[in-house]
């Protein structure tokens, strides 16, 4: 109820009134005065109420005379009646009726109550109502007033004391209150603040209003009084307590701060008064040392002392909330000094109170803000908050570390004694709790033996101090064991939550103006400038400031923590530690938080290098102070902690004790380690690690590394492996015998999978940039993982790339993105030895490659060609990788594919075909054939869909099908799909031709903006042509493969293929497919053939048996070889027209038969007489008959053709196209009609044909130089089929054939005859000795030559040949040579020609069958005395024709016969064979019949005068020979042969004695000579005797003889010449009988009694005989005939047979008697004038 209404104000006075009456009863009797002036004061009051209307205001006026009878009563000091007045006065001033005057009178009543010590509680009571009812007790009485409550506060009560000193905290305040409310009240109104005079001025209160000055006097001796100096303002003080002081500086402080901040006069107090007062008070606690000897110190160290140190901490507490902006310097020095009490060295209390104090600054986050600003950041300042942070950090590591000197508060305090506030039980030693089994253990930290309970000390956020609010103690406190601990647990923990939601919140607010782009946050910062200057500098460095000491503290209790709760706030604080550095993008105390849980989440001592290298960069990151004393190196890893100069290297603790086992499994290393155990906090840091990764991935950067590093080994230990699309499942057990995992993380591990597959799924929360940090450290991850797994068949950690898949997949909508470093990773993988790291390689991309291809993108697939083939791309370059399992899945993959997008391929087909071709040999069969099923698929169902761009790629990979070598049947398969193509081309011709023309158009454009050529393999030709180009290509290179059955299939394929398509090429493509194609094959298989492997194959795989003529690859090779030619011989005989139109074909001719000739004369009789038949085949094609004749499809290609230009150019009807074969074939309207080639090209043709075939008979012919065994040589056939071509081919190459190609002819004929046979051959080729027959071989010869001599012979003058000939004579000077050529084969019956130096045997003759002895020969040299001796016939033939030839006569055939002849007849019975020289007898007589003649007719002109020394030679030789006859001759044999002899000394008689004249007078002599040798009886030493007489040839000596003489003594002799040479054989003959009867005489002498040799004796008979016929001769002579020469030598013979009277046979002796007989007629010379021969 207020005092002001009417109600309150009569209340008031009436009960005034009453008071007063009470007074005056009580004092009636004692106290007079008093009485009276009660009276007179009831009487005063009714004045006043009945006068005024405003009755307070009157009654204020009035107070000091109202208040005055009260003021007596009090002075009586009797207790009952000063409880009256003091009641009364209290009434009065309630209602605030009391007058500056009166207060004061009142108040220097309470001073005199209170030095009487009377009625101290209503005194303080009155005071109390007094200041606080309102103001008006001023300066001096205020000042006593609050004495008066000072001193009562130093009774000896103890209730007045309390009660003094809370009156005096109220008076305090009140006085306070005062100036604000009065600062309220001028608020409005602004002043001129007077110039601040010096600081000494004490007295600057001046300026200051009334209630304020009050507050300043009282503020400033409450400072004094603190510091024990003389009160200026409270007079009267006795005594004060310096800690009371302390909390009434403390209270005025906490309570009216804006009066210090907003009054420069208090400001001024504060700095100069207050924080001396504190830093002075504060020493004695800094310089104590625990424990320090007293002595050593010069004066003795003042302790410290509870209650003033925790007293100075809260007013340190206050300033520094407070007045920080003021005091910048001063709160610098008391942080300073907080952060020196947490040292071991201080008492615990102390160290207790300064972590409460810390943790109440802790709690405000702005204001370490502040400190941050102003002192870490400023360049000289001592970094504080740096400072506060390592200072927790050190108090916590020392806490672990039991103290040398033990703490008296703790040793005196027994175990069971709980201290204030502490928990009842505080343990006595580590570990105590939790001991007995069932009781939950009590939450604490423990370390290295060191337990150290938890307490709950305060709620979060909230900084409640115990030992800083025990305000009663005087004693230091016993502190409980772990309260410190957990206090600065709760420091960190509250550090941190302040730090990160502060800046989370402004974060918050200036995220968009945040840009990732440092430039614009620069800018965005300097913008800010003006409201907070450079914010994110301050949160940087705020974050640098307290990053290093937070983990390392963290890190440290994290470590020690048993309990879940405190570690989920260690996990929590780090977790968001690390997320904040994130985001303010400091890297490396980012990565050092992670790096902490990542550890934390492995078992201890884990070897994870990726860890321990970050955490070593991270050492070295760190800044040298922390190297210091204060705090050493913060890392988890590199965990050394310098306490008081010692280093203390924390490491994780050895057992676990204190920590749940919930799993046991391998650790992920490359060497198998044994097992690790996880424990439940692993898991539970596992957890924060998801978390953290899950909520802050944008945040993470390259952190990703070691979170997800530190995943992979603990899915590993856990034993999770991955499952379809990347997710991970928990293993079987069997797949880790030594996975041991207990129910609670059973449980756990399907959660726990689930959160890491929804952290990848949430990936696609991502921003681009994250997202790559992501896929990059999944990428190094697995790259890890990859080199664990060299090397080793140990099972890999497949983690990173199920994820890389798992991210691939949930990504899909902006997969171009990450495509490239995805896929480029997971094909490194697909190239790893380990076959279950490739497995998963494979698996992740193809199902990538699959679900790209599935996904539903913007815009779709079909219309966004460069992402299809992006999406592709991995699937070709698998085809890179050699691994057999990875193609089989790359395949797999394409065959799905096909079969679910075959057709909406498109501009992925050349990839897809790329795939499918990538097979190589060493690849293996199953690989290959599933790739030839995808061909075979793509072959039969989406020709007709691919871009016909890609139909070349489809020939080509069906192509290198072909050429694989693991698979026959595929081969085989694959040349039969390219059949199945050709048809599909040759099906779809115009369509595929529009398209691919299309295409080649814009080809061409893009080629010709960019200038460059286009490049497109066969070029120039149209695109449709080039098609088939690549296919025919393609065949080729399958018609050289390595086995013999692609070959032929291929050939066959190729030659059909041509044939049967030929026709849709252009004219110009036919160059293409003659050059490029077939001449390109032709010379492949030529090469191949002539270097393939003579080796034997013994058989064709498996069991197969292979043909004697196949069993070497060069027998192989030879079959295609065959194939080849014959394909492309026919070729040009079915497209002859073609081709001759191309303009070059003259050339493709010669380069034909050069390949013809190559074959013919490879060393294959195969291959050879294939080439030949080639020949033969090209060689029938007859000048073409005209187009109109020829009823072929080629009817309608009408060609230009070069020989005439003006006809191509002449105007055709245009054919319209039809669906006929001929019709879509005509690709040119041009002339309707071919004209012939011109003969002059064809005899070109055929020249170029008998060039080829000398070439071939040449070098076929040739011997071999060597006499090796391995020499080949030409076969029977091979040779027929050679020579039977010449025929053919000289038909029409007669006109121009000189003499020069006839030697050349020459030539191979002779060769070819003299190549011998195989020796295996032999029997079917020879004939039996026994027939004379030619072998076909020599038949061609001869018939070859027989062609020549008829053409020769027709030529002849006279037959109508004339006309067309060039001319007679030219041919016939071939007639010599012709003759040569047959004389040479004569030979051979006599000197079977030698074939080189090889060794042959000769089948011919006996006598030379000892040459087998020598020369086992393989080689069996032909019978060739039929072949001669026919040779023989042809030349007396011929020879009887041609005799007179001008030719024949100048070339001197006659001799050359003579002389060839000679050899046979020589040799006569050494002759292989008996019929040849009884021919060669015949035959010469023979020529010599029609011969001698001419030669006679021509002796003039000395043409024939070298063939009589050649013919008279070869008569000596016959008639004399020197073999022998045979043993076996028979008698009658030798009398026909005797007769041949006669024959011919017949032939002398007739035909060239009686012209002795027309012959050289030597060649007559010689005749002579010989017969007289004839006539000389010689016989042969083999006879016997009884043969003798018959042997003895004697009718030939005797017809020679007879020939002899008759010429000598004739008397027709016409000329001195003749006469000559009949003498002259005349006394040869008479010289010969003189040696033989000197001989036998001397003989006959020597041998005594024995007979002479039978032979001799005959020889004597005969000579003597001789000598009877002769002088029978000389008798019927003329005497002028005989030379006296003659005569001489008869008579000269006298004496000789006289000497052989002696002689003992008888036969000499009847025959000398017969001889010396005829001597009586000369014994008289007669008388005639003949001397010395001249008449």
Same mark, same amino acid.
């Given at each position: 109820?207020?005092?002001?209404?009417?109600?309150?104000?009569?209340?008031?006075?009436?009960?005034?009134?009453?008071?007063?009456?009470?007074?005056?009863?009580?004092?009636?009797?004692?106290?007079?005065?008093?009485?009276?002036?009660?009276?007179?004061?009831?009487?005063?009051?009714?004045?006043?109420?009945?006068?005024?209307?405003?009755?307070?205001?009157?009654?204020?006026?009035?107070?000091?005379?109202?208040?005055?009878?009260?003021?007596?009563?009090?002075?009586?000091?009797?207790?009952?009646?000063?409880?009256?007045?003091?009641?009364?006065?209290?009434?009065?001033?309630?209602?605030?009726?009391?007058?500056?005057?009166?207060?004061?009178?009142?108040?220097?009543?309470?001073?005199?109550?209170?030095?009487?010590?009377?009625?101290?509680?209503?005194?303080?009571?009155?005071?109390?109502?007094?200041?606080?009812?309102?103001?008006?007790?001023?300066?001096?009485?205020?000042?006593?007033?609050?004495?008066?409550?000072?001193?009562?506060?130093?009774?000896?009560?103890?209730?007045?004391?309390?009660?003094?000193?809370?009156?005096?905290?109220?008076?305090?305040?009140?006085?306070?209150?005062?100036?604000?409310?009065?600062?309220?009240?001028?608020?409005?109104?602004?002043?001129?603040?007077?110039?601040?005079?010096?600081?000494?001025?004490?007295?600057?209160?001046?300026?200051?209003?009334?209630?304020?000055?009050?507050?300043? +006097?009282?503020?400033?001796?409450?400072?004094?009084?603190?510091?024990?100096?003389?009160?200026?303002?409270?007079?009267?003080?006795?005594?004060?307590?310096?800690?009371?002081?302390?909390?009434?500086?403390?209270?005025?402080?906490?309570?009216?701060?804006?009066?210090?901040?907003?009054?420069?006069?208090?400001?001024?107090?504060?700095?100069?008064?207050?924080?001396?007062?504190?830093?002075?008070?504060?020493?004695?606690?800094?310089?104590?040392?625990?424990?320090?000897?007293?002595?050593?110190?010069?004066?003795?160290?003042?302790?410290?002392?509870?209650?003033?140190?925790?007293?100075?901490?809260?007013?340190?507490?206050?300033?520094?909330?407070?007045?920080?902006?003021?005091?910048?310097?001063?709160?610098?020095?008391?942080?300073?000094?907080?952060?020196?009490?947490?040292?071991?060295?201080?008492?615990?209390?102390?160290?207790?109170?300064?972590?409460?104090?810390?943790?109440?600054?802790?709690?405000?986050?702005?204001?370490?803000?502040?400190?941050?600003?102003?002192?870490? /950041?400023?360049?000289?300042?001592?970094?504080?908050?740096?400072?506060?942070?390592?200072?927790?950090?050190?108090?916590?590591?020392?806490?672990?570390?039991?103290?040398?000197?033990?703490?008296?508060?703790?040793?005196?305090?027994?175990?069971?004694?709980?201290?204030?506030?502490?928990?009842?039980?505080?343990?006595?030693?580590?570990?105590?709790?939790?001991?007995?089994?069932?009781?939950?253990?009590?939450?604490?930290?423990?370390?290295?033996?060191?337990?150290?309970?938890?307490?709950?000390?305060?709620?979060?956020?909230?900084?409640?101090?115990?030992?800083?609010?025990?305000?009663?103690?005087?004693?230091?406190?016993?502190?409980?064991?772990?309260?410190?601990?957990?206090?600065?647990?709760?420091?960190?923990?509250?550090?941190?939550?302040?730090?990160?939601?502060?800046?989370?919140?402004?974060?918050?607010?200036?995220?968009?103006?945040?840009?990732?782009?440092?430039?614009?946050?620069?800018?965005?910062?300097?913008?800010?400038?003006?409201?907070?200057?450079?914010?994110?500098?301050?949160?940087?460095?705020?974050?640098?400031?307290?990053?290093?000491?937070?983990?390392?503290?963290?890190?440290?209790?994290?470590?020690?923590?048993?309990?879940?709760?405190?570690?989920?706030?260690?996990?929590?604080?780090?977790?968001?530690?690390?997320?904040?550095?994130?985001?303010?993008?400091?890297?490396?105390?980012?990565?050092?938080?992670?790096?902490?849980?990542?550890?934390?989440?492995?078992?201890?001592?884990?070897?994870?290098?990726?860890?321990?290298?970050?955490?070593?960069?991270?050492?070295?990151?760190?800044?040298?102070?922390?190297?210091?004393?204060?705090?050493?190196?913060?890392?988890?890893?590199?965990?050394?902690?310098?306490?008081?100069?010692?280093?203390?290297?924390?490491?994780?603790?050895?057992?676990?004790?204190?920590?749940?086992?919930?799993?046991?499994?391998?650790?992920?290393?490359?060497?198998?380690?044994?097992?690790?155990?996880?424990?439940?906090?692993?898991?539970?840091?596992?957890?924060?690690?998801?978390?953290?990764?899950?909520?802050?991935?944008?945040?993470?950067?390259?952190?990703?590394?070691?979170?997800?590093?530190?995943?992979?080994?603990?899915?590993?230990?856990?034993?999770?492996?991955?499952?379809?699309?990347?997710?991970?499942?928990?293993?079987?057990?069997?797949?880790?015998?030594?996975?041991?995992?207990?129910?609670?993380?059973?449980?756990?591990?399907?959660?726990?999978?689930?959160?890491?597959?929804?952290?990848?799924?949430?990936?696609?929360?991502?921003?681009?940039?994250?997202?790559?940090?992501?896929?990059?450290?999944?990428?190094?991850?697995?790259?890890?993982?990859?080199?664990?797994?060299?090397?080793?068949?140990?099972?890999?950690?497949?983690?990173?790339?199920?994820?890389?898949?798992?991210?691939?997949?949930?990504?899909?909508?902006?997969?171009?993105?990450?495509?490239?470093?995805?896929?480029?990773?997971?094909?490194?993988?697909?190239?790893?030895?380990?076959?279950?790291?490739?497995?998963?390689?494979?698996?992740?991309?193809?199902?990538?490659? %699959?679900?790209?291809?599935?996904?539903?993108?913007?815009?779709?697939?079909?219309?966004?060609?460069?992402?299809?083939?992006?999406?592709?791309?991995?699937?070709?370059? $698998?085809?890179?990788?050699?691994?057999?399992?990875?193609?089989?899945?790359?395949?797999?993959?394409?065959?799905?594919?096909?079969?679910?997008?075959?057709?909406?391929?498109?501009?992925?087909?050349?990839?897809?075909?790329?795939?499918?071709?990538?097979?190589?040999?060493?690849?293996?069969?199953?690989?290959?054939?599933?790739?030839?099923?995808?061909?075979?698929?793509?072959?039969?169902?989406?020709?007709?869909?691919?871009?016909?761009?890609?139909?070349?790629?489809?020939?080509?990979?069906?192509?290198?099908?072909? $050429?694989?070598?693991?698979?026959?049947?595929?081969?085989?398969?694959?040349?039969?799909?390219?059949?199945?193509?050709?048809?599909?081309?040759?099906?779809?011709?115009?369509?595929?031709?529009?398209?691919?023309?299309?295409?080649?158009?814009?080809?061409?454009?893009?080629?010709?903006?960019?200038?460059?050529?286009?490049?497109?393999?066969?070029?120039?030709?149209?695109?449709?042509?080039?098609?088939?180009?690549?296919?025919?290509?393609?065949?080729?290179?399958?018609?050289?493969?390595?086995?013999?059955?692609?070959?032929?299939?291929?050939?066959?394929?190729?030659?059909?293929?041509?044939?049967?398509?030929?026709?849709?090429?252009?004219?110009?493509?036919?160059?293409?497919?003659?050059?490029?194609?077939?001449?390109?094959?032709?010379?492949?298989?030529?090469?191949?053939?002539?270097?393939?492997?003579?080796?034997?194959?013994?058989?064709?795989?498996?069991?197969?048996?292979?043909?004697?003529?196949?069993?070497?690859?060069?027998?192989?090779?030879?079959?295609?070889?065959?194939?080849?030619?014959?394909?492309?011989?026919?070729?040009?005989?079915?497209?002859?027209?073609?081709?001759?139109?191309?303009?070059?074909?003259?050339?493709?001719?010669?380069?034909?038969?050069?390949?013809?000739?190559?074959?013919?004369?490879?060393?294959?009789?195969?291959?050879?007489?294939?080439?030949?038949?080639?020949?033969?085949?090209?060689?029938?094609?007859?000048?073409?008959? %005209?187009?109109?004749?020829?009823?072929?499809?080629?009817?309608?290609?009408?060609?230009?053709?070069?020989?005439?230009?003006?006809?191509?150019?002449?105007?055709?009807?245009?054919?319209?196209?039809?669906?006929?074969?001929?019709?879509?074939?005509?690709?040119?309207?041009?002339?309707?009609?071919?004209?012939?080639?011109?003969?002059?090209?064809?005899?070109?043709?055929?020249?170029?044909?008998?060039?080829?075939?000398?070439?071939?008979?040449?070098?076929?012919?040739?011997?071999?130089?060597?006499?090796?065994?391995?020499?080949?040589?030409?076969?029977?056939?091979?040779?027929?089929? $050679?020579?039977?071509?010449?025929?053919?081919?000289?038909?029409?190459?007669?006109?121009?054939?000189?003499?020069?190609?006839?030697?050349?002819?020459?030539?191979?004929?002779?060769?070819?005859?003299?190549?011998?046979?195989?020796?295996?051959?032999?029997?079917?080729?020879?004939?039996?000795?026994?027939?004379?027959?030619?072998?076909?071989?020599?038949?061609?010869?001869?018939?070859?030559?027989?062609?020549?001599?008829?053409?020769?012979?027709?030529?002849?003058?006279?037959?109508?040949?004339?006309?067309?000939?060039?001319?007679?004579?030219?041919?016939?000077?071939?007639?010599?040579?012709?003759?040569?050529?047959?004389?040479?084969?004569?030979?051979?019956?006599?000197?079977?020609?030698?074939?080189?130096?090889?060794?042959?045997?000769?089948?011919?003759?006996?006598?030379?069958?000892?040459?087998?002895?020598?020369?086992?020969?393989?080689?069996?040299?032909?019978?060739?005395?039929?072949?001669?001796?026919?040779?023989?016939?042809?030349?007396?033939?011929?020879?009887?024709?041609?005799?007179?030839?001008?030719?024949?006569?100048?070339?001197?055939?006659?001799?050359?016969?003579?002389?060839?002849?000679?050899?046979?007849?020589?040799?006569?019975?050494?002759?292989?064979?008996?019929?040849?020289?009884?021919?060669?007898?015949?035959?010469?007589? %023979?020529?010599?019949?029609?011969?001698?003649?001419?030669?006679?007719?021509?002796?003039?002109?000395?043409?024939?005068?070298? /063939?009589?020394?050649?013919?008279?030679?070869?008569?000596?030789?016959?008639?004399?020979?020197?073999?022998?006859?045979?043993?076996?001759?028979?008698?009658?044999?030798?009398?026909?042969?005797?007769?041949?002899?006669?024959?011919?000394?017949?032939?002398?008689?007739?035909?060239?004695?009686?012209?002795?004249?027309?012959?050289?007078?030597?060649?007559?002599?010689?005749?002579?000579?010989?017969?007289?040798?004839?006539?000389?009886?010689?016989?042969?030493?083999?006879?016997?005797?009884?043969?003798?007489?018959?042997?003895?040839?004697?009718?030939?000596?005797?017809?020679?003889?007879?020939?002899?003489?008759?010429?000598?003594?004739?008397?027709?002799?016409?000329?001195?010449?003749?006469?000559?040479?009949?003498?002259?054989?005349?006394?040869?003959?008479?010289?010969?009988?003189?040696?033989?009867?000197?001989?036998?005489?001397?003989?006959?002498?020597?041998?005594?009694?024995?007979?002479?040799?039978?032979?001799?004796?005959?020889?004597?008979?005969?000579?003597?005989?001789?000598?009877?016929?002769?002088?029978?001769?000389?008798?019927?002579?003329?005497?002028?005939?005989?030379?006296?020469?003659?005569?001489?030598?008869?008579?000269?013979?006298?004496?000789?047979?006289?000497?052989?009277?002696?002689?003992?046979?008888?036969?000499?002796?009847?025959?000398?008697?017969?001889?010396?007989?005829?001597?009586?007629?000369? +014994?008289?010379?007669?008388?005639?004038?003949?001397?010395?021969?001249?008449?």
């Amino acid at each position: 109820m207020s005092t002001s209404t009417p109600e309150a104000v009569k209340k008031l006075v009436d009960n005034m009134q009453t008071d007063l009456r009470s007074l005056s009863m009580e004092c009636k009797k004692k106290f007079p005065p008093v009485k009276e002036a009660a009276e007179s004061g009831i009487v005063k009051i009714k004045t006043i109420a009945a006068r005024n209307t405003g009755i307070l205001a009157a009654l204020k006026e009035n107070s000091a005379e109202v208040v005055q009878p009260f003021l007596m009563g009090c002075g009586t000091k009797e207790p009952k009646i000063t409880q009256l007045c003091l009641a009364a006065i209290q009434r009065l001033m309630t209602h605030e009726v009391v007058s500056e005057a009166a207060a004061g009178n009142i108040i220097n009543m309470l001073w005199q109550l209170m030095e009487n010590g009377l009625e101290e509680l209503k005194l303080l009571q009155t005071v109390l109502v007094l200041l606080t009812t309102n103001t008006v007790a001023h300066d001096e009485a205020l000042s006593k007033a609050i004495v008066v409550c000072f001193r009562l506060h130093f009774t000896k009560d103890n209730i007045t004391n309390n009660t003094a000193a809370a009156t005096v905290r109220q008076v305090v305040t009140v006085v306070f209150e005062r100036m604000v409310a009065e600062d309220e009240r001028h608020k409005g109104i602004i002043e001129q603040p007077p110039a601040v005079q010096g600081n000494s001025n004490r007295r600057s209160s001046s300026t200051l209003r009334p209630c304020a000055k009050d507050a300043y +006097m009282l503020f400033q001796d409450l400072c004094q009084l603190v510091n024990a100096d003389a009160p200026y303002w409270l007079a009267g003080m006795t005594e004060m307590t310096r800690t009371f002081g302390l909390e009434l500086l403390e209270s005025v402080l906490n309570d009216f701060p804006q009066v210090f901040l907003q009054h420069q006069e208090f400001s001024f107090l504060l700095k100069e008064r207050v924080c001396p007062l504190v830093i002075k008070l504060f020493s004695p606690n800094i310089k104590f040392r625990q424990g320090s000897n007293a002595t050593s110190s010069p004066a003795p160290v003042e302790k410290p002392y509870f209650p003033i140190c925790m007293r100075l901490l809260r007013v340190v507490s206050v300033l520094i909330k407070h007045f920080y902006t003021l005091l910048v310097t001063e709160c610098e020095i008391f942080l300073s000094l907080l952060v020196k009490f947490l040292d071991g060295d201080k008492p615990q209390w102390l160290r207790a109170v300064a972590v409460e104090s810390i943790h109440r600054l802790c709690v405000q986050p702005n204001l370490l803000r502040s400190f941050c600003q102003s002192y870490d /950041m400023k360049q000289h300042s001592t970094k504080v908050f740096r400072d506060i942070v390592n200072a927790l950090g050190s108090f916590i590591q020392s806490l672990f570390i039991v103290p040398n000197v033990g703490n008296p508060a703790i040793v005196n305090t027994p175990a069971g004694a709980a201290g204030a506030g502490g928990p009842a039980t505080a343990q006595s030693g580590p570990g105590a709790a939790g001991v007995s089994g069932g009781v939950t253990p009590q939450p604490a930290f423990e370390y290295r033996g060191t337990w150290i309970p938890i307490m709950t000390v305060t709620v979060q956020g909230n900084a409640k101090a115990t030992y800083l609010e025990m305000l009663d103690k005087v004693e230091p406190p016993s502190i409980p064991e772990g309260y410190a601990m957990s206090v600065a647990f709760s420091c960190l923990l509250d550090l941190v939550r302040g730090i990160t939601s502060m800046l989370e919140k402004e974060l918050g607010q200036s995220a968009p103006q945040t840009s990732p782009d440092p430039a614009m946050v620069q800018k965005q910062s300097s913008e800010q400038s003006d409201k907070e200057p450079g914010t994110r500098a301050v949160w940087v460095e705020m974050v640098n400031a307290c990053w290093c000491g937070l983990l390392a503290a963290l890190s440290l209790l994290l470590d020690a923590s048993t309990d879940e709760t405190a570690t989920e706030n260690i996990l929590k604080a780090e977790l968001n530690m690390a997320s904040l550095c994130g985001r303010l993008s400091l890297v490396t105390p980012r990565d050092a938080f992670i790096t902490a849980i990542c550890k934390a989440s492995l078992p201890p001592h884990y070897a994870l290098t990726l860890l321990s290298s970050s955490a070593s960069t991270l050492t070295n990151k760190l800044p040298d102070y922390i190297c210091g004393k204060v705090l050493a190196v913060p890392t988890a890893t590199y965990t050394a902690f310098s306490i008081q100069g010692q280093n203390v290297q924390i490491i994780s603790p050895s057992s676990e004790s204190h920590q749940q086992v919930v799993a046991v499994g391998q650790p992920l290393t490359v060497q198998p380690q044994g097992t690790v155990v996880l424990t439940a906090k692993n898991i539970q840091c596992m957890r924060t690690l998801l978390n953290l990764a899950h909520c802050h991935g944008t945040v993470l950067g390259t952190s990703w590394q070691l979170v997800l590093a530190t995943l992979q080994h603990l899915v590993w230990i856990l034993g999770l492996k991955p499952g379809s699309g990347g997710a991970l499942k928990p293993g079987r057990a069997v797949e880790g015998p030594s996975t041991v995992l207990t129910t609670a993380v059973m449980t756990d591990l399907p959660v726990i999978a689930n959160i890491l597959s929804r952290l990848f799924e949430s990936s696609q929360h991502l921003d681009d940039v994250s997202l790559h940090h992501l896929i990059n450290a999944l990428c190094s991850l697995s790259m890890e993982a990859m080199d664990m797994a060299y090397g080793n068949n140990k099972e890999p950690s497949l983690f990173a790339v199920a994820k890389l898949l798992e991210t691939g997949l949930v990504n899909m909508d902006r997969i171009e993105i990450l495509w490239r470093p995805l896929t480029g990773h997971l094909l490194e993988v697909c190239q790893h030895p380990n076959s279950r790291m490739r497995e998963w390689g494979a698996e992740a991309v193809t199902a990538l490659i %699959k679900s790209g291809l599935v996904y539903k993108h913007e815009p779709a697939l079909s219309q966004n060609q460069r992402l299809q083939l992006l999406l592709l791309n991995p699937l070709k370059e $698998l085809s890179n990788i050699v691994h057999a399992d990875i193609r089989q899945k790359q395949l797999e993959c394409v065959l799905q594919i096909l079969q679910s997008q075959g057709d909406s391929l498109g501009p992925g087909w050349p990839l897809v075909l790329g795939v499918i071709g990538a097979i190589r040999n060493d690849q293996g069969e199953s690989l290959i054939r599933t790739a030839f099923q995808c061909l075979q698929l793509v072959v039969t169902d989406f020709l007709p869909t691919m871009p016909c761009t890609c139909l070349q790629i489809v020939v080509d990979v069906a192509g290198s099908f072909g $050429l694989q070598n693991q698979e026959l049947n595929i081969s085989l398969t694959s040349i039969g799909l390219l059949w199945n193509i050709s048809d599909h081309f040759f099906q779809r011709g115009e369509t595929i031709e529009n398209e691919l023309d299309k295409e080649e158009a814009i080809l061409e454009k893009q080629a010709k903006e960019k200038g460059v050529p286009l490049n497109r393999p066969f070029h120039p030709a149209p695109p449709f042509d080039c098609l088939w180009l690549c296919l025919y290509a393609t065949l080729g290179e399958l018609c050289v493969d390595p086995r013999p059955a692609v070959r032929k299939s291929a050939g066959q394929t190729l030659f059909s293929t041509i044939t049967a398509h030929g026709t849709l090429l252009q004219q110009a493509t036919w160059h293409t497919v003659v050059w490029k194609v077939l001449f390109h094959l032709l010379d492949r298989v030529r090469k191949s053939s002539t270097t393939a492997d003579k080796e034997k194959i013994e058989s064709g795989g498996g069991n197969i048996l292979i043909h004697h003529s196949r069993d070497t690859a060069e027998k192989q090779w030879a079959e295609t070889w065959v194939l080849t030619l014959a394909g492309v011989a026919r070729i040009f005989n079915t497209r002859r027209y073609l081709l001759q139109s191309l303009g070059d074909f003259f050339k493709a001719w010669e380069v034909l038969l050069g390949h013809i000739q190559s074959a013919a004369l490879s060393k294959n009789n195969e291959v050879s007489l294939a080439a030949l038949k080639s020949f033969q085949e090209i060689l029938q094609i007859v000048t073409p008959v %005209k187009d109109s004749e020829k009823p072929d499809a080629l009817s309608a290609v009408n060609m230009p053709i070069l020989i005439d230009p003006v006809t191509a150019s002449g105007p055709g009807r245009p054919l319209e196209r039809t669906d006929s074969l001929g019709e879509r074939l005509s690709r040119y309207n041009g002339a309707e009609q071919i004209p012939p080639p011109a003969e002059i090209e064809d005899s070109a043709l055929w020249w170029s044909a008998w060039n080829a075939w000398y070439r071939i008979g040449t070098d076929s012919t040739k011997p071999p130089t060597s006499s090796a065994k391995l020499a080949f040589i030409p076969s029977q056939p091979f040779l027929t089929a $050679l020579i039977q071509i010449f025929p053919a081919l000289y038909q029409h190459i007669k006109t121009g054939f000189s003499m020069d190609d006839l030697k050349k002819l020459g030539v191979i004929l002779h060769g070819a005859v003299s190549v011998p046979i195989s020796s295996d051959a032999s029997p079917f080729i020879l004939p039996s000795y026994t027939e004379a027959v030619l072998t076909s071989l020599q038949e061609a010869v001869l018939t070859s030559l027989d062609v020549l001599q008829k053409t020769l012979y027709n030529s002849a003058p006279g037959k109508e040949l004339q006309a067309i000939c060039v001319g007679p004579e030219s041919m016939q000077v071939m007639y010599p040579a012709i003759f040569d050529q047959l004389l040479l084969f004569v030979e051979f019956s006599c000197k079977p020609p030698q074939y080189g130096k090889l060794e042959t045997k000769h089948v011919a003759n006996a006598k030379y069958n000892q040459i087998q002895l020598f020369a086992p020969a393989e080689w069996v040299a032909l019978n060739y005395v039929p072949f001669a001796e026919k040779s023989l016939e042809v030349v007396s033939d011929l020879y009887q024709k041609t005799a007179c030839h001008k030719a024949v006569v100048s070339e001197k055939v006659l001799k050359k016969i003579i002389k060839t002849l000679r050899m046979p007849l020589s040799l006569k019975y050494a002759c292989p064979s008996e019929s040849t020289w009884k021919l060669a007898v015949s035959s010469l007589l %023979k020529v010599l019949s029609i011969g001698l003649p001419v030669a006679r007719q021509h002796a003039s002109s000395g043409k024939f005068d070298t /063939m009589w020394p050649e013919l008279a030679n070869a008569f000596e030789d016959f008639l004399f020979t020197k073999s022998t006859p045979p043993d076996n001759l028979s008698i009658q044999e030798f009398q026909k042969n005797e007769g041949i002899d006669v024959e011919v000394v017949q032939l002398i008689s007739t035909e060239i004695l009686p012209f002795a004249n027309f012959i050289p007078k030597e060649f007559v002599g010689q005749i002579m000579a010989m017969l007289n040798k004839g006539s000389i009886h010689s016989q042969s030493s083999s006879f016997t005797e009884a043969e003798i007489d018959i042997r003895m040839r004697e009718e030939f000596s005797k017809v020679c003889f007879e020939t002899l003489l008759q010429f000598s003594f004739s008397n027709k002799i016409t000329t001195p010449q003749e006469g000559y040479i009949s003498r002259m054989a005349l006394s040869v003959l008479l010289k010969r009988s003189q040696d033989v009867l000197h001989r036998y005489v001397e003989d006959e002498r020597l041998s005594g009694r024995c007979p002479l040799p039978r032979q001799q004796v005959t020889e004597i008979i005969f000579v003597l005989k001789a000598i009877s016929t002769l002088m029978d001769s000389l008798k019927k002579t003329q005497p002028e005939n005989v030379d006296a020469n003659t005569w001489a030598q008869v008579i000269a013979l006298y004496p000789t047979l006289v000497e052989c009277i002696t002689c003992s046979s008888s036969e000499v002796s009847s025959a000398l008697k017969e001889a010396l007989g005829p001597f009586k007629d000369f +014994m008289q010379p007669p008388v005639t004038k003949v001397q010395n021969g001249e008449s």
